[in-house]
């Protein structure tokens, strides 16, 4: 057989109420009655070791104690595959008292039939139905517990339900505020990391079911689902109780007894009265014969011994141990012993699981924190890249500047420009300012503004002299007259000029006036 990968025993820690304290619109408790009908159709007159049975094994689409749920296509799909399984006590496997025969489906409160096709897309709560058969030569006292326990006058009154047991490998998680129990009301966590985060604190896997105060989570089981069996207990996970069986107790085989017939009145027929007597020879007798031996003397002998449930070991008195089977005990200190071997294992799990979850804190914590400080430093290299792109940016800003000042206020060539450049460009301002006064020494006759100034003056000058030489060379326009008397001026003057030592001829008037008429300075005109 393939093992699954979880089981589940939806058993439960509350011991039953003859009505259910959960008054919710969905939950009534239904007459034992509504049951009769799944009954299985078992010929108890020939099989009088039969004890026919019917009960709820479980509430679809609605969340149980131990934190399970099934919905209504899984409900659909696996419930055939009940029959035929074991029925064993408080899902002690070794304890098998009979078999499942049959599997429907019923209204949950009210157990009406329903069809397999109207419970698959069902989203509001139902019940798996099953009907099954209990050995009595297993544990003929249990079997009369269980039908005790249909008897509205017995304080065992519904004392006895079904709780069932599933193999699964895949679940969902389900998501209900506190208190809520429909899975219809809830929210489906599907994703595997998300499962994977939350499964912890499930109550399959040892947590409380809960993540947050008003929230409370549960286990959807889905996928490959195969039920096991159902065990018979006090404690129901679901909302489920009691355990049906027929109105009238099946007919026992008639037994010839060694003895006197002083002992009954009708040696040939078995009254109802006897038939726990009858019972009892039956199974007696079927183990002397076992055994080849012969113990006649107690084939008449009415066994008194009861199986009774202890729940306490204050229970355990002589007057009790008088009265119930060593069974009884013995599943006592076994239930003890298995409690606390529980307990131990759970606390055991608890503290590993507290013990990895601190570890993967730490872990967690600490691959943060490394991530947090790679963050950081890859931060401070962007910051200190960006600081030193903004700092040259601002540097080549305050070079442009200060050499666009230059170009604006000289006359600068290439040569001019590289000079300045390698001189001012790692300046701060206070440095610039006493370098620019340097250079505004050093290139005062580059000065845009000196050179103009230069200019106008130069063009002033230029206009004034300019001005003067068109002054002196006016021409003067003289007359016959005005030119005769100034060349005898100019003649006379020249015989006064002339120096005692050196007396010279003295021109004749004619010469005179061929000097200073010459013919070379008139145009001469025929009349």
């Known amino acids: 057989m393939k093992k699954q990968k979880f089981e589940t025993t939806f058993a439960n820690i509350k011991i039953r109420p003859v ?22 159709e078992i010929n108890t007159d020939d099989n009088v070791d039969l004890l026919p049975v019917a009960f709820d094994a479980c509430v679809v689409n609605r969340v149980n104690k131990n934190g399970d749920v099934i919905d209504g296509e899984t409900a659909a799909k696996i419930a055939k595959n009940f029959v035929n399984k074991p029925i064993n006590i408080e899902h002690n496997r070794k304890q098998v008292i009979g078999c499942i025969v049959s599997a429907s489906f019923s209204k949950f409160g009210s157990n009406e039939s329903l ?5 698959k ?21 249990l079997a009369d517990q269980i039908e005790e326990s249909n008897d509205p006058t017995s304080e065992n009154y519904m004392s006895i339900s079904a709780s069932w047991e599933l193999g699964f490998n895949d679940f969902n998680i389900i998501v209900l505020d506190n208190g809520e129990k429909n899975i219809e009301n809830g929210m489906v966590v599907s994703d595997a990391q998300q499962i994977d985060k939350l499964k912890n604190n499930l109550r399959g896997f040892g947590g409380n079911g809960k993540i947050d105060n008003d929230k409370s989570i549960y286990r959807q089981v889905l996928g490959k689902v195969v039920p096991l069996g159902v065990g018979f207990t006090l404690n129901p996970a679901a909302d489920v109780q009691g355990v049906v069986t027929p109105e009238e107790k099946p007919a026992v085989l008639q037994l010839k007894d060694n003895k006197s ?4 009145e009708d040696t040939g027929s078995v009254t109802s009265e006897n038939t726990e007597k009858t019972e009892d020879k039956i199974i007696e007798s079927s183990e002397a014969s076992e055994n080849n031996t012969s113990h006649e003397e107690e084939l008449n002998v009415k066994k008194e011994r009861i199986y009774m449930k202890i729940t306490k070991i204050e229970d355990i008195t002589d007057a009790l141990l008088k009265e119930v089977t060593a069974s009884s005990v013995a599943e006592f200190i076994s239930e003890e012993l298995k409690k606390a071997s529980d307990q131990f294992v759970s606390e055991k799990a608890e503290k590993e699981n507290e013990l990895k979850a601190a570890n993967e804190k730490i872990s967690t914590v600490t691959a943060e924190h490394e991530a947090v400080k790679k963050q950081v430093e890859e931060l401070s290299q962007k910051l200190a890249s960006l600081e030193a792109e903004k700092e040259a940016k601002a540097k080549e800003e305050t070079f442009n500047m200060r050499m666009a000042s230059f170009d604006e206020e000289y006359d600068l060539e290439d040569e001019d420009r590289k000079v300045i450049a390698k001189a001012i460009k790692d300046l701060d301002e206070k440095s610039f300012e006493d370098h620019k006064e340097t250079l505004a020494v050093l290139m005062k006759e580059k000065k845009k503004s000196y050179k103009k100034a230069m200019s106008d003056k130069m063009q002033k000058e230029k206009a004034e002299k300019s001005a003067e030489t068109k002054a002196s060379e006016t021409p003067v326009q003289a007359t016959t007259q005005e030119v005769v008397e100034q060349a005898v001026d100019n003649g006379a003057k020249a015989s006064i000029e002339i120096p005692n030592s050196a007396p010279a001829a003295q021109p004749s008037v004619k010469e005179k006036y061929a000097s200073a008429f010459g013919f070379d300075g008139f145009e001469l005109t025929k009349k």
């Open 19 to 40: 009505v259910s304290e959960e008054k919710d619109k969905y939950l009534s408790v239904a007459s034992l009655d509504k049951l009769k009908k799944f009954l299985p």
């Open 115 to 119: 069809a397999e096709i109207d419970v």
């Open 121 to 141: 897309s069902m989203k509001t709560p139902f019940n798996i139905t099953l009907g099954g058969v209990i050995w009595k030569v297993v544990d003929r006292d």
């Open 261 to 264: 017939s002083e002992d009954s």
